[in-house]
Every structure is written in structure tokens, then in C-alpha cells.
């Protein structure tokens, strides 16, 4: 990365309060080496590491882009749940904006069934196929549907387990980046200090807890993202 590049990220980073860390005592070891110091008791994150972590994961990313595969995006705590939503819906893949389904990558022929019968419930109503039934039927199966809505319609288009998650704190998230590393899935984490870091493969050690920090690394895993997909269309 160019120096000039290099500045414009770090000032967009700084700008977006992503240098932010938590205090002393909730650091996680892990992170120790991405510390650059210590401001009315905050822990101040090295930007120009994270430039460096951030480069490494968009560089993986516009890989997985080039060749057509899927990123799960995984974001439940409410800071994170637009940006997550958002970020997936721009570059088409899915997204777990809240609760994570246990079992959504260990068990995903079973999650693939629950996905299979909201989309067959939608499409009936969307037909006018459940007016066969009776009000208070229909009532049930609506609400069964709104149910079946929030946990699963940002998994519609996962059609086979993921080849990679992205996942904001992954210590609130650690079930999914668990299943993910049992399945030998790669994990892309924006991670606070209080994260454990040591098992992630692409760590960006960053303020995980605020919208505008948040915010600016999904778009720029997005970016990366079309970017490689704009890659292999130029090349075609």
C-alpha cells in the first residue's frame, strides 16, 4: 500500500473512532501488540496495524468475490445490526443480524429445512394459497411466518454452508466463529481489545462497539468485495 493510500485510510479510520480500545483490564492479551497507548484510561489502538490487518482481510475477500463464493455476515449486538443487514444486502450474500441459530453451519442441512418452509410459507401467502383456511389459521401461520422471518430471511440465499464468515465482536459471536472454525470455514473478525484474536485468521482490531466504526469496515469489505467481482468481469 501506498504511503498517500496508507494516510487516507488511517484518517478515514481515526475520523470514524476506530482507534478506540476498551480499558487495561478488559484487554485480551491477544491484542496487546496492536496497543499504541493509553488516553484518559482508553486504550488507543495502533491505526497503522490495523491499516495493515484490514489489507489483509480485503485482500481475501476480493479473492473469495473473484471466484462467486458466499461471506456470511454476523452481527447481532444492536450497534452492528443496519450495518450488517446493509452491508450483506449490498453485495447480495447473507447475513445474521441477530440471534445466532445454533447449528446454522454445523446443522445446516436442518437450518436449510426451516429457511425451505419460510420461503414455501411466504410464497403461499403471497399467492393467496392460505385463504383456504380458517381467520384464526391464518393468524397462526402469520405469525409463525414473522417468526420464522427474523430468524432466518437474511439466510435465504445461502444455499451451502458459507466459505467464509465476517463477524463484528466476535467474543459476543464466539458460537458462530466456533462452528465456523469446526467446519474449517475462515473467519474475518472486527474485533475490540477485549477480543481473543489468537484463533481468527483475518483479525481487524478495531472499535467494535460504535455505529460509525462499524459502518466504515463493512464498506470497505464490501468494496473489496465488488471489487474482485469487477476484476474477473474486466478479465471476461
Not at 479510520?13 to 476506530?18: C, T, V
Not at 393467496?128 to 440465499?157: A, H, M, N
Not at 469446526?182 to 460504535?210: E, F, H, M, Q, R
Amino acid at each position: 500500500m501506498d504511503e498517500v493510500k496508507n494516510k487516507e485510510i488511517i484518517d478515514a479510520m481515526f475520523k470514524a473512532g476506530a482507534h478506540f480500545g476498551f480499558s487495561k483490564s478488559r484487554r485480551h492479551a491477544s491484542t496487546a501488540p496492536y496497543i499504541f497507548g493509553v488516553k484518559n484510561k482508553v486504550e488507543i489502538i495502533n491505526l497503522e496495524k490495523t491499516a495493515e490487518l484490514l489489507e489483509k482481510a480485503a485482500a481475501f475477500v476480493a479473492t473469495l468475490a473473484a471466484e462467486g463464493r458466499q461471506i456470511l455476515f454476523v452481527g447481532g449486538k444492536s450497534e452492528a445490526h443496519a450495518s450488517v443487514k446493509n452491508g450483506a444486502l449490498s453485495i447480495d450474500m447473507p447475513y445474521a443480524a441477530g440471534r445466532w441459530i445454533g447449528g446454522t453451519i454445523t446443522n445446516f442441512t436442518e437450518i436449510k429445512k426451516r429457511i425451505t418452509k419460510y420461503e414455501t410459507l411466504l410464497s403461499q401467502r403471497e399467492k393467496g394459497e392460505l385463504s383456504k383456511y380458517t381467520k384464526k389459521e391464518r393468524l397462526l401461520i402469520d405469525r409463525q411466518i414473522d417468526k420464522l422471518e427474523k430468524l432466518f430471511s437474511g439466510l435465504v440465499v445461502l444455499k451451502d454452508a458459507p466459505k467464509a464468515l465476517f463477524v463484528v465482536d466476535p467474543r459476543k459471536e464466539e458460537i458462530a466463529v466456533a462452528e465456523a472454525m469446526s467446519a474449517g470455514i475462515p473467519v474475518i473478525a472486527l474485533a475490540g481489545t477485549d477480543c481473543n484474536i489468537s484463533k481468527i485468521k483475518y483479525p481487524i482490531v478495531a472499535n467494535d462497539s460504535s455505529v460509525s466504526s462499524i459502518n466504515y469496515f463493512i464498506s470497505e469489505i464490501t468494496k473489496a468485495y465488488k471489487k474482485g467481482k469487477s476484476a474477473v468481469k474486466k478479465a471476461n
